[in-house]
């Protein structure tokens, strides 16, 4: 296993066990370089507000290595997920913020569990409980 990072391969290749020292050719090469991630996106920061029946969400995401690729949510375990946008609409950065609104929420105990992901698929859970108040 190779830690976290953005690596290059150099590559030497010679033929001197089938030829003689005069003949012998000898080549290198070194390739682009490429990222190895195996760790998920970090909640930097995870802001839940209650307002009424509706839950305003604020989310930031930061990633080392890899664009961030997605975050959605589900309710109450919820088979469905739910995806949310960036704020700028589109992912394209190791850092993304996210603000967004659950709206119409029946009263009592919430469990909002999120998933975020990366660009490679490396992937990280976070949960928050809301409560919403009864109708008077």
């Known amino acids: 296993t190779v830690e976290d990072g953005k690596y290059e391969l ?3 290749a ?3 066990k089938s030829n003689s020292p005069d003949t012998t050719l000898v080549g290198t090469r070194i390739s682009s370089p490429f990222v190895i991630d195996n760790t998920p996106p970090v909640f930097v920061l995870l802001n839940t507000h209650v307002k009424g029946k509706d839950v305003q969400v604020n989310i930031e995401l930061d990633d080392k290595l890899t664009v961030i690729g997605n975050l ?9 997920y739910r995806s ?3 704020v700028d609409m589109i992912y394209d ?4 913020n996210f603000s967004f609104t659950i709206k119409d929420l029946g009263p009592g105990v ?4 999120f998933k975020a992901q990366d660009d490679v698929g490396n992937t990280v859970y976070k949960t928050a409980q ?3 108040a009864e109708d008077k």
């Open 93 to 96: 950065m190791t850092s993304e």
């Open 84 to 86: 949310a946008l960036p």
């Open 10 to 12: 150099k590559v030497l």
């Open 110 to 113: 919430h469990i909002i569990a």
């Open 130 to 132: 809301v409560s919403i």
């Open 14 to 16: 010679d033929d001197s």
């Open 72 to 80: 959605s949510f589900t309710i109450d375990s919820n088979e469905n």
